[in-house]
């Protein structure tokens, strides 16, 4: 009997080792992705900054050459009427015009000394307005540039301000996934230890009886170590499913088909819209993108990339959700604002008495509190 204890004991041994060799394994790739994902994040939020700072610039010498306009349009009438003072200074003796100031001449050497004069002066009034013409349109292309080049550096900063976004939800899911993994090490280590406890007390027995007991303390390891690997299997599945629909829709627009409603993970739900928070997006009626947002617009937006489509109105969210108390509200719950019979405002609920919204003109994404401004009611999707 106490060979066969051993031999039970050896072989539940041999099962921990494997699980934890598996479990250690998935974890260390999983560890490797993530920060991978975090490399990633760092790099994208430094071209994200300077990003800014060249929108910066840009903006700074579209105004100044603005500025450079005004001015030279200022000097060009200036000089304008200086012109006009000048022809007025050639009219001698109440004469009409600069070619009657040539006419009145009292000589021939005069007439040319005179006819001299008036063309140098026109001369260099004309040249001095045609410089001042090539130099206004020559500032008007470098606004125009200058425009183009402004509008080019918003929409990469739209896509790199995607990308984090995109980058934060990964970034969830691998902790999430590592997390799991993590436990489920934990899992196998204490359950190899258990199956090496028990086979000291098979090889130590001193009776059929002792041996038999110390069997089954490590059958009972055994099947620990079956249930850590079935949920380890199980996490790693979920979370590479939930990723790859993450991915997928992230690529695709925030009105497609929804999955099951049990596929939105909350967590990556808030992750996505905390890292809007951090953007500076404005209120915008009737938005729906990166550049601006109302309030259904944005939770349209943040859980269409999750597979999840809302409807354009908050009203018609509410419709779509399962009516609860504010204070049965989950983290990832909607919140609605009502009078009257009709909804005018959603959030996101985060927590805490914390929601994520977009608040109204002149505001930008943000994050509000139930203590400030309290919503009527709660809404599961």
Not at 51 to 71: C, D, M, P, R, Y
Not at 109 to 120: N, P, Q
Not at 161 to 172: E, I
Request: charged share 20%; proline share 2%.
């Amino acid at each position: 009997m106490k060979k066969l204890g051993l031999k039970k004991v050896a072989v539940m041994a041999a099962a921990a080792f494997t699980v934890l060799g598996v479990a250690t394994s998935a974890s260390a790739d999983t560890k490797s992705d993530l920060d991978a994902v975090k490399a990633k994040i760092a790099e994208t939020e430094k071209k994200v900054s300077e990003g800014q700072v060249a929108l910066s610039k840009l903006e700074s010498q579209e105004a100044k050459t603005s500025q450079e306009i005004a001015t030279l349009k200022k000097n060009i009438a200036a000089r304008s009427e200086q012109l006009a003072d000048q022809a007025r200074a050639a009219q001698l003796n109440d004469a009409g015009s600069m070619l009657e100031f040539v006419a009145n001449s009292d000589s021939v050497t005069e007439a040319v000394s005179r006819t001299v004069t008036v063309a140098t002066v026109v001369r260099a009034n004309n040249q001095t307005l045609a410089d001042q013409k090539a130099d206004k349109e020559k500032l008007a292309q470098k606004q125009t540039d200058l425009q183009a080049a402004a509008e080019k550096q918003k929409e990469q900063n739209k896509e790199l301000a995607q990308a984090r976004a995109d980058l934060a939800v990964q970034k969830t899911d691998l902790e999430a996934k590592k997390a799991s993994e993590d436990e489920a090490k934990a899992k196998a280590e204490a359950a190899k230890k258990a199956a090496e406890e028990a086979a000291k007390q098979v090889a130590a027995a001193k009776s059929t009886d002792d041996a038999e007991k110390a069997a089954n303390q490590a059958e009972a390891a055994a099947a620990s170590v079956s249930s850590s690997s079935n949920n380890a299997n199980n996490n790693s599945n979920n979370q590479a499913a939930s990723q790859t629909t993450n991915q997928a829709s992230s690529q695709a627009a925030s009105t497609s088909a929804a999955p099951a409603a049990s596929s939105v993970n909350s967590s990556s739900v808030l992750a996505m819209a905390d890292s809007l928070t951090k953007m500076n997006i404005p209120y915008v009626w009737g938005g729906s993108s990166l550049s601006g947002f109302d309030c259904s617009g944005l939770t349209q937006y943040v859980y269409g990339h999750f597979g999840k489509s809302l409807a354009r109105t908050a009203a018609a969210q509410a419709a779509q959700t399962t009516r609860i108390p504010v204070s049965q509200a989950q983290p990832g719950d909607l919140l609605f604002w009502g009078e009257g019979g009709g909804v005018y405002h959603v959030a996101i609920y985060v927590g805490g008495g914390s929601y994520i919204h977009a608040p109204t003109f002149g505001q930008v994404v943000k994050y509000g509190s139930i203590s400030g401004w309290a919503p009527s009611f709660a809404g599961r999707l």
